[in-house]
C-alpha cells in the first residue's frame, strides 16, 4: 500500500489517517484466532503480559475479560508476521521513511462492557527521540460509537507532549490521563472503521476510545513504528531491543 502525496499530506497536517480494506479477512482471521487461543491458553504466552478489564465477573472465561495483549510480536510469531505485513509496512515507509524499527505492539480486546481509555498521548508513555512514532491501528471487528471506537483531536500533534497530570485508575492499576480543561472536545472526532481498515495516528496525536455498550467485541491491533533515526531517551539498561523491520541500521540509533 503505496501512500499518495495526498494522503501522506493529510497525515502531516491532522496527525492521522484511515485507508480501508487494507488488511485482507483471511489475514484478521489469522490474527484474531491467534489472539482467543492467547487467552484461552492453547498457546504458550507470558501471563504477566495479559491486561484484565477491571469490574467484569472473575468467573467469565478469559476471553470475556480480556483487555489487552501487551507485546505480542516480542513473544509470538503471528503478530511478528503481522508487524511484518507488506501492506502496513509500505504505507509507514511513506509516513516515516525507507528505514523503520518496530517499537511495540498491543492488543486491545474491548469485550463487552469494556472500559474508555481516556485522552492521552503514546509519546507520553514513549522514550524516544524525536517523538515520531506512527501506530497503525488495524480493526479486527467493526469500532462503532456505541463499541469503543477511537476519538482524535485532528492537528493536536503539532502542540508537543502535553502534561498527564491527572491520576487514572483501571482497576487497582495506576495510569495517567491529560486534564479535561486542556482538551478541545469540539474539534474531536470519530475514527468509524470497518473490520480489515487501519488508523494511523502519529504518536503525539490526542486520543481516546470509549467503553464498549454492545454484545459484540472491538478488537484492534496496534502496531508501533519508529525511524531507524531515533534515539532512545530513557535509561540506558532499560532500552529495548528494536527489531528491524526494513531498511538499514544507524550507529548511535534505538
Known sequence: MV???SQITQFEETGHLVVESLISTAELE???ERMSAIAEGRV???AAQLEF???LDDDLPAMQRLRKINEGSQFDPVFMEHARNPAIVDAIEGLLGP???LFGDQMFVKPPGGAEKTYHQDSAYFFIEPMAIVTAWVALDDATLDNGCLWVVPGSHRQGVLDHSEVWMV???KDQKIPDAAIDSEQEAPVLLKAGDCSFHHSLLLHRSGPNKTSQFRR???THYMSCKS???GKPQDKPNYPLIRGQEYAGCA
Open 44 to 46: 504458550k504466552f507470558p
Open 30 to 32: 489469522t490474527v484474531r
Open 53 to 55: 478489564e477491571p469490574g
Open 231 to 233: 534515539r532512545w531517551t
Open 220 to 222: 484492534g491491533q496496534a
Open 3 to 5: 501512500l499518495d502525496q
Open 99 to 101: 528505514d523503520l524499527k
Open 171 to 173: 482497576g487497582d492499576r
